[in-house]
């Protein structure tokens, strides 16, 4: 099956460039020329309270009240910030006018490794929309090619001695009491004859490096159409270990990123509450993906342990709330499922789980009680790593799920 990989072409973005290089060159043109300016002598606001005031809101004001340099700084100022606004971003701060124009930059800087779904767009979203935060790749570097790096990011190493412990990376301003989630009943349970469990995949095509690939193309595209490949792949691997534990499970292989990876959460959420409407029963959401991470030298990141002698890609669920202001009341409640999960897997796996991500964005976790994304792995992974992780994880999970009829 062909892969793909998308090109976009901003017009705006081109002319804000134009419109950027001539102002640039009217601020170096007052920076370089020395401009004599009288000073007047006239006292615009005697008022020196109100003067001051009026010079913080209005720069020029206060420039006038003042020296010819300050007006000439004030000027310079004045023009850097309409140039901030035309950009969208500010061209003299080196790290964000690099950023913009490399996204590797703006995907990995500030010191660690950022997933490019931290990088929010509902923000920008009129139509207030659960975009999922813009969770695009991670640049590549554009041509040539790259390591792959083995990279052990499971909660036990992170821990260290305190193995027992919960490892949360929490990106939003919310407050979380582990103990008290842990001991806290779940407001669901697996008791019923229809199907209580939901797989689904917003990023469907998602896939994973070759077979005993050391190094990666950065012109190759790390989606497929290929259902044995992608995420469909894992999906079905996960189905197969909830059917064998007694768990009635549906798992939906709908591609909702193609044609279009916009509104691809939107498009996963439509699905899910088909099937909420048939049954609705169903309490768990699970919403299978794999993870994507770059160095700043291009490398390709692989997190993977070894469990029982073998390679297996480690796992991370992510929550959603409403801290990005999207209407999500009980996101505690999948927060609570999911610290749970990882208290149980991480009891017989101890490496297999990276820490528990909390983020602003909703991730469409509205839609059930027990709903959260699984990161299976990233794209230095191979597919066989991936299920394997997969099939270790689904089966502690169905353990768990047990104990709830």
Known sequence: MKKYRAVVIDGKKLIRRGIAVMTLAVVAALGVLDIKIAAPKINVMPDSIGQSAVAESVPVIGAVSGTAEKLKSSAI?????????????????????????????????YGYLARTANQSIAAYNPQNVDTGGGTAEPATPGTGQYPITEVDSGQGKALGKEKSKILIRNETDFGINIDE????????????EEPKVLIVHTHTTECYSPEGASVYSADKSDRSLNADENMTAVGKAVKRVFEKKGIKVIHDATVHDNPSFNGSYENSRKTVEKYKAKYPGIAVVLDL?????????????????????KKTAQLMLVVGTNGGGLDHPNWRENMKLALKLQNHISKKYPSLMRGVNLRKERFNGHVALGSMIIEVGSSGNTLSEAVRGAELAAAEISDFLNTLK
Not at 85 to 109: M, S
Not at 181 to 192: C, H, N, V
Not at 289 to 304: E, L, M, T
């Open 77 to 109: 100022a004045v023009v850097k910030k309409v140039v901030s606004f035309v950009l969208t971003f500010d061209p003299f701060d080196l790290h964000t006018a690099v950023a913009e124009e490399l996204p590797l930059i703006k995907a990995v800087g």
């Open 289 to 309: 993906h794999r993870d994507a991470f770059i160095y700043d030298d291009g490398s390709k990141a692989k997190f993977v342990t070894e469990i029982d002698g």
């Open 181 to 192: 989630m842990l001991s806290s009943p779940l407001k669901f349970d697996m008791k019923g």
